[in-house]
């Protein structure tokens, strides 16, 4: 549905389309209330479970008016309700991988600052351009480019590393999307040599890994990290070899289905391996592009000096997994001792997958001669039931309010004060992406966002 309104727009506006002439080919975009799009680009082609090949040059033009495919994937009923998407936002393709670009349409007489999204989801849910995270407000806003990439999940992105099946191939994906971005944004406007990432949840643990990954050196100079659940990204490997063994025999002409089917057994297979199976697929150090495990660390010093950081969490991060856990609801909602139970729950659980790395990843950034700050949304905080919860960042930072309006995460804010405290939140993290530099201390009202300077 979303694609038919946009084809439907582009039409309209078809004999004034936007051209870009680039190294990737002329790109034909479209308009959209203030911002130029360009969606839809394949940055590159993948054989399943091998490495992705950056696109060729196109010596046809490439019509950019359709929104980026999702990648394949098991949809999530209860993240659907959270976030208000419906099933039919969900269109997958496997084979391409697609980015999607968005400026403002006024000119600007410097090359603007370019930010890339990487979405989150656990690493098997989501796609770039779903409604929910349109980034056109944050474009026009602020006078920024946004790329929004879509890259491979689960069992095809983000196992690997048995039976000669690469590890970490939706990493690989995303290089080779900041390859094209580095290629091809300045011939669009952009500022190749002003690239900040911003993910958020399996988004900001990527971005993070990106640092230290191999072939990402001068693709981007800044990064945003978003709720990312550093606290269980270690001590894996046992974990991943009994997922494996799940894997390894499934052929790798299966059909579509049934992989995604295989996918659902892989996961169950991580249970017994505490809080780190509630995201069993992910990265894999001492698999290419990344360090060992036991070399992260110093990786991440040796790049600390040529990135900018500002990374943080809510709140009540694991108030959404609560939430969305029919079991844990149900202690929740028992008489007298139920809300206290899970609350405590959650603050322990928030402090040991978010909290204490997030700490300890920008101590050590600034330590190691970074710019690092450190951020706290407490957006609603103590508000039932989420409160500030995992993803609440996201309806301040994009979309509209009415891509928001059948979420039940913010079901009954007040639209005025989404718009306005978004807006501020926006502003804050494109004042980041423009120069590295925020305030030693600030914030967004009392009890919506804090920040400060990491020493």
Not at 85 to 103: D, K, M, N, R, Y
Request: hydrophobic share 40%; charged share 20%.
């Amino acid at each position: 549905m979303r694609n038919d309104e946009l084809n439907d727009r582009a039409e309209l506006n078809d004999h004034d389309a936007p051209r870009f002439t680039t190294p990737a080919g002329e790109i034909i975009g479209w308009r959209d209330c203030g911002v130029i799009r360009a969606t839809g680009i394949c940055y590159a082609r993948t054989q399943r479970f091998c490495a992705p090949k950056d696109e060729l040059p196109s010596t046809a033009p490439i019509q950019a008016t359709e929104w980026s495919p999702c990648s394949p994937q098991n949809l999530i009923p209860e993240l659907n309700a959270v976030l208000g998407i419906s099933a039919q936002a969900f269109s997958p393709c496997e084979g391409a991988l697609h980015l999607s670009v968005t400026l403002p349409e006024n000119p600007s007489p410097t090359p603007r600052p370019v930010m890339v999204w990487i979405h989150g989801g656990s690493y098997v849910f989501g796609a770039g351009d779903l409604p929910v995270f349109d980034v056109r407000p944050l474009a026009l806003e602020q006078d920024v480019i946004i790329v929004a990439v879509t890259y491979r999940l689960g069992l095809l992105g983000f196992l690997g590393g048995y039976a000669n099946r690469p590890a970490n191939l939706g990493l690989l994906d995303m290089i080779s999307a900041l390859r094209w971005v580095n290629t091809n944004i300045a011939a669009m406007g952009g500022d190749p040599a002003n690239v900040t990432l911003f993910g958020q949840s399996a988004g900001g643990d990527a971005a993070a890994h990106l640092m230290i990954a191999e072939g990402t050196e001068g693709l981007f100079q800044r990064v945003i990290i978003q709720s990312a659940p550093l606290g269980i990204s270690r001590g894996r490997e046992n974990m991943y070899a009994k997922m494996s063994q799940q894997a390894a025999t499934l052929n790798d002409d299966a059909p579509l289905d049934e992989i995604l089917r295989r996918q659902t057994q892989v996961a169950e297979a991580a249970r017994g391996f505490g809080l780190k199976a509630a995201m069993p697929f992910g990265t894999q150090y001492g698999h290419y592009p990344l360090p060992t495990e036991a070399g992260a660390d110093a990786a991440w010093r040796r790049a600390a000096a040529k990135i900018d950081l500002f990374m943080g969490y809510t709140a009540e991060e694991n108030a959404l997994f609560v939430v969305i856990s029919p079991s844990l609801m149900r202690l929740r909602n028992t008489p007298l001792v139920g809300e206290a139970l899970c609350k405590a729950m959650e603050a322990v659980t928030t402090r040991k997958v978010y909290i204490r790395d997030a700490h300890k990843f920008a101590r050590r950034h600034a330590q190691s001669g970074g710019r690092a700050y450190l951020y706290r949304l407490d957006w609603c905080k103590g508000r039932y039931p989420f409160g500030a919860a995992h993803t609440i960042d996201l309806p301040l930072l994009l979309g509209e309010p009415f891509s928001w309006q059948h979420a039940d995460l913010v079901k009954g804010v007040d639209e005025a004060t989404l718009l306005e405290h978004g807006q501020r939140m926006r502003e804050l993290w494109a004042d980041f992406a423009r120069n590295g530099q925020l305030a030693a201390t600030g914030h967004i009202e009392p009890q919506v966002l804090e920040w400060w300077e990491v020493s």
